[in-house]
């Protein structure tokens, strides 16, 4: 494995080092203290002596532990892009007593900010006892407008028990400057940041002006979207709740249904951009008809449209349930409601209310064809969902990347986001979460599936199909190469081989990027 120059050679901070080796791998690595700080004590680890760990074989990771993104390969394919593992190390940057940390949750709700909240709290304490947690009011703004919540175990021992954040939470009111300011002011020296792209983007912003001031902090980053919409992690928290409480919400709207003559049952689900929670809900209840997100267009009127659907399932079953995401059909609405353009304070596009849209559509459809009459019921369960408690399986996740995070904090690394990938908890580097949405690959097996379980038309004609597969080109290009084991190599060198940034490692066929 190369080794990264730690030279400052971008004034804003570096947000991420890239070191390749041998057969195509790729570290994309996340920023640590010692790149802009020379001659840092570090000191031994106090999970040396904590009981939990000492019946543990191995419980400090080892330096050299990455993860691979890719685990799907060929047997010519280069290694591909990794990064690095989370977990303790078995030296870190901080004595207990001069940790000063804080916590805030930024955006809309989601099951698990609480269970978040708690484990950084008691993860800080019982593994690293560190006593000084404060929790940020309000979201961003909170850091120069309102007061600190101080946070210890006994405060949180059981709020995981109970929806929202205790906290508070609030869009927009990112002030770069009066953030660090404060931070600064407080003597803060570790920045838990819970939150979604948006609020990640915020943290990277902090993370640079930190650095640009040359301060010892760490701003750690815990994903929260429950449309599943960060990329390259397996799943946000709260993601596994809001699917398992959307099955309360379509098993009304069955039961509505199956109990009508003609009876629609129409349930909005939460997916601004993606249409993960619609498709995944969709698959779990298997009494879904129709499932309709952003990814996948849709049209209401003609041969193989909507209502032509709707109207052979009625004849067939006497029933049926349709599941649509909230950022569905948006092009549809916006031409019949001649909707104007809007942003909230996140810079999310305001959506119309494509549930209430669709429904009414579907009641003048039949109203005016006069063949029969339906009976529709509409349900859109969006802040019931958002404001429940984390489910078992979302418990579990919560209190890993909290654990994750602290462990990379104290551990003396920055700017990163904690997740998931192939099952792994890694420390991914802000650029990569925020750079793009993950979304729902309409040309993939998993949409497939959903489309044999429902029986559904997929709306596509062939050229949307194959311009569809045209699309995720690159992506393989990239991954595999046609270079056989070079071929990564190759492509980060055309991309990369002009910047001032690229260093040569010294190790034929290696190069370190910083950016």
């Not at 943290?203 to 449309?227: H, M, N, Q």
Request: net charge neutral; with cysteine.
């Amino acid at each position: 494995m190369g080794t990264p120059n730690n030279a400052n050679s971008d004034e804003n901070g570096e947000m991420m080092k890239v070191v390749t080796g041998a057969g195509g791998y790729v570290l994309q690595d996340v920023p640590h203290f010692t790149d802009y700080i020379p001659n840092l004590p570090t000191h031994l680890n106090l999970l040396r002596s904590n009981p939990a760990y000492s019946v543990v074989k191995q419980y400090f990771v080892h330096m050299d532990d990455t993860v691979p993104q890719k685990v799907v390969v060929h047997k010519d394919s280069p290694r591909g892009i990794h990064f690095r593992r989370a977990g303790p190390r078995q030296k870190v940057y901080f004595k207990s007593d001069e940790v000063s940390a804080c916590i805030v949750t930024c955006g809309g709700l989601c099951p698990g900010l609480n269970t978040v909240i708690r484990e950084i709290v008691h993860s800080l304490d019982y593994m690293y006892g560190v006593d000084k947690v404060l929790g940020i009011d309000g979201g961003y703004r909170g850091f120069y407008s309102k007061n600190t919540i101080t946070l210890t175990p006994k405060i949180v021992n059981d709020i995981h028990k109970r929806g929202g954040t205790i906290i508070g939470t609030s869009r927009g009111g990112h002030d770069t400057s009066k953030i660090v300011d404060s931070i600064q002011d407080r003597g803060i020296n570790q920045v838990y940041i819970i939150g979604g792209d948006g609020t990640q983007k915020g943290a990277a912003a902090i993370y640079k002006e930190v650095r640009r001031r040359g301060l010892k902090v760490s701003v750690a980053g815990i994903p929260k979207t429950i449309d599943n919409d960060i990329p390259v992690i397996d799943k946000s928290f709260g993601f596994d709740t809001a699917v398992e409480e959307a099955q309360r919400a379509i098993n009304a709207a069955h039961v509505e249904a199956e109990s009508a003559e003609n009876g629609i049952g129409v349930v909005k689900l939460m997916g601004r951009y993606c249409g993960f929670i619609a498709q995944y809900a969709t698959l779990a209840s298997r009494d879904v008809d129709c499932c309709l997100i952003p990814e996948s267009c849709f049209y209401l009127e003609g041969n193989g449209g909507l209502f032509e659907f709707i109207e052979k399932r009625l004849k067939e079953n006497g029933h049926m349930v349709i599941v649509i995401a909230e950022g569905a059909g948006q092009e549809l609405l916006a031409e019949s409601l001649h909707a104007k353009d809007e942003q909230d304070a996140s810079g999310n596009k305001l959506l119309q209310d494509v549930g209430l849209w669709i429904s009414q559509r579907i009641k003048d459809h039949f109203s005016k064809q006069r063949k029969f009459a339906i009976t529709l019921k509409y349900i859109d369960p969006t802040y019931m969902i958002r404001a429940i408690p984390s489910n078992a399986s979302d418990n579990v996740y919560c209190t890993l990347l909290a654990q994750s995070a602290v462990h990379g904090a104290m551990a003396g690394y920055t700017a990163f986001t904690v997740g998931l990938v192939n099952g792994r908890y890694t420390y991914i580097p802000f650029n990569r979460i925020i750079e793009t949405q993950n979304k729902v690959v309409i040309t993939d097996r998993m949409w497939a599936r959903l489309l044999s379980s429902t029986n559904q038309p997929s709306f596509l004609g062939p050229n949307e199909v194959a311009e569809g597969k045209r699309e995720e080109q690159p992506l393989t290009q990239l991954l595999d190469g046609d270079d056989g084991k070079t071929g990564i190599l190759v492509l980060l060198r055309e991309k990369y081989s002009s910047s001032p940034l690229v260093k040569d490692s010294g190790m034929t066929g290696e190069f370190v990027k910083l950016h």
